[in-house]
């Protein structure tokens, strides 16, 4: 499937910045799941960026507005080509008892995608969804299913609910959040029961399929989880939504949890404060047949 996406993101300060910094992780990598056709992004006042890889392999584009200014304006264009995602079934087969000794000869590469983080921390609540959810014993696939679904039964989406800044520990007391706080729950859970898994920034699709629903979290960017498996593969869940990730997902960007993926973030001198408004809209592109 085709793919165009747009997502624009609009700064207003109350007065006219001084300065202005900023980094953008909005570059979609080529994937075995994706091809990118054409990328490009775009900055309000015109002022051009650097760009680097970081220690997740984002490409960070860099920024700054050292003059004074009233708005910034950062529009991101994208047209990618999702494939298929092949699930390995021989992976996902294997026990979760296995599936960790197996993953075990590769610590130093997945160290760190098995660590609590001050986003994404451990305790008791995780320690009881994993001896519940992923049990040694249980087929590592039959597991990932029946947590994919249960986060999405006990924990109630609500757009505005909860903030960037909102502790996980708040997240399990609540039981609702958003997209990202799904995410949190779910590497906090599989963090605890020795499976590596990443956190994962992206676009789903806009607009439902006539054959099918539409996705929940499509007005901004998304996030989900992937989990590596024996084989070394990476495999998507998304806990809101409560399916596997398939052709209606464009990655982007991934770390340990939502600072390392956040698409933008920066700081900015001035007096007064600023509003963000965020829209995002990834739409199947139709081709006209000729006669």
């Keep these: 499937m085709d793919f165009e996406i747009t997502h ?86 294997l026990s979760v008892q296995e599936s960790r000794q197996i993953l075990g000869s590769a610590l130093t590469d997945v160290f760190e995608y098995l660590q609590p983080t001050r986003v994404v921390p451990t305790g008791k609540e995780s320690v009881q969804w994993a001896k519940k959810y992923l049990d040694g014993r249980a087929q590592l696939g039959e597991c990932l299913q029946r947590l994919n679904q249960a986060i999405n039964d006990e924990f109630q989406y609500v757009s505005g609910s909860t903030e960037n800044s909102t502790p996980l520990a708040t997240i399990w007391k609540m039981k609702k959040g958003v997209c990202q706080d799904f ?41 989900w989880i992937e989990v590596l498996v024996p084989g070394m593969r990476w495999v998507a869940i998304d806990p809101t939504n409560r399916n596997w990730c398939n052709e209606r997902y464009v990655a982007v960007s991934f770390g340990r949890d939502y600072l390392d993926a956040t698409p933008l973030r920066g700081t900015f001198k001035g007096s007064g404060g600023q509003t963000m408004k965020v829209r995002v809209t990834m739409k199947r592109r139709t081709t006209k047949s000729r006669p």
Excluded: M
């Design 183 to 223: 995410a949190h729950v779910g590497l906090s859970i599989l963090r605890t029961a020795g499976l590596p898994a990443r956190y994962v920034c992206g676009y789903i699709e806009t607009d439902p399929p006539a054959d099918g629903r539409a996705l929940t979290g499509a007005v901004a960017t998304h996030a």
């Design 8 to 93: 624009t993101t609009r700064y207003k300060y109350g007065h006219p910045a001084a300065e202005a910094y900023g980094e953008a992780r909005l570059t979609p990598p080529n994937l075995p799941s994706q091809t990118v056709l054409s990328h490009h992004i775009t900055i309000d006042p015109d002022v051009k960026s650097s760009s680097y890889l970081d220690h997740f392999g984002n490409r960070v584009d860099f920024f700054s507005l050292p003059f004074r200014h009233t708005h910034l304006v950062i529009n991101n264009q994208v047209l990618v080509r999702t494939h298929p995602r092949e699930l390995p079934a021989e992976s996902l087969e």
